[in-house]
């Protein structure tokens, strides 16, 4: 990728991600300005604040809006960028979150000298975000959309606690979630064909939860989803399918299966007397409730990724 004039890169900072790195942002920004770039630096007070700047910065003088976040602040700039319909700058990201999914999912180096290397010489994508619809409102996301066991998981852990615990705070909350399981069961649907499942994610990507691969085939360049149906219900068989993820087994796992698709809709077919919301998580945040559709956006964004 080459730039002309506007070599200068937006880096957008959430604090609360950031607070414990910030000295891998600063040294990015000071590697990005030996390449002879300009970074201005911006950081976020509040939820919605990263995709206001990026549905308003200036592309003119952007060639590159970079995120220092994690995936639920990446997400925002996403979903700022889509509205634009394709005339924002290209998205890079200096990953500081707790799974950095995407991080991953682009090959990123967590140096700072690869992601200055990458945000100033890196490779485009061209893709096509998500979009999940529910109740009137709608989410665009660059890696998932889930619901049943993970998105009960998401919604159950607080902002504070997710600062103060990391990723234990998510292994806790899957204990929890575990012990309080009912085999609520969900009915999905993927391109007019209709399935069951006790838990669905609907993918971008290959990966889930940082380095995980959930579904071998997806790509975030395809115009493609990617569905992965948990079949089988139960405590055990919970457990079950996430060790086979942590071990890197999962999709040759007995009651797991992934289907590709453009149009998917997921709704509760039997909430097994559970009484609460079925929420939807969207990129690790607890963002909907079912029922929900999902396919492709309309438009599409540039994704920066190493040049080699």
């Not at 909430?271 to 963002?287: K, L, N, S, T």
Request: proline share 4%; with cysteine; aromatic share 6%.
């Amino acid at each position: 990728m080459t730039f002309a004039s506007n070599r200068a890169v937006l880096l957008i900072l959430n604090p609360t991600a950031g607070r414990r790195r910030r000295g891998l942002v600063d040294a990015v920004a000071r590697r990005v300005r030996a390449l002879g770039w300009t970074v201005d630096l911006v950081e976020t007070a509040a939820a919605g604040d990263a995709r206001r700047i990026a549905e308003t910065c200036d592309a003119a003088r952007y060639a590159v809006i970079a995120v220092a976040g994690g995936d639920g602040t990446i997400n925002e700039v996403v979903n700022g960028l889509a509205s634009r319909g394709g005339a924002g700058p290209a998205l890079g990201i200096v990953p500081l979150g707790t799974a950095n999914v995407l991080a991953h999912e682009l090959g990123l180096g967590f140096s700072a000298a690869a992601l200055a290397q990458t945000l100033t010489a890196g490779r485009e994508i061209l893709m096509q975000p998500g979009e999940a619809s529910g109740a009137g409102k709608t989410r665009q996301f660059s890696l998932m959309a889930g619901a049943g066991f993970d998105a009960k998981v998401v919604a159950g852990v607080s902002a504070p606690l997710k600062r103060r615990l990391g990723r234990a705070a998510y292994v806790w909350r899957s204990l929890v979630e575990a012990r309080r399981y009912r085999p609520v069961r969900y009915a999905v649907e993927i391109d007019g064909v209709r399935h069951e499942a006790a838990s669905v994610i609907v993918t971008h990507g290959r990966l889930y939860a940082g380095p995980y691969i959930v579904a071998p085939e997806a790509a975030l360049g395809l115009p493609l989803l990617h569905v992965c149906l948990f079949e089988r219900w139960g405590r055990s068989q919970t457990l079950r399918f996430g060790l086979a993820l942590l071990l890197g087994r999962l999709p040759r796992t007995a009651g797991y299966r992934v289907i590709a698709g453009h149009d998917i809709r997921v709704s509760v077919l039997s909430d097994a007397g559970e009484a609460r919301r079925q929420p939807v998580q969207i990129d690790g945040d607890d963002a909907l409730t079912l029922p929900v559709s999902i396919a492709l956006a309309a438009g599409a964004i540039r994704l920066l990724r190493p040049a080699a």
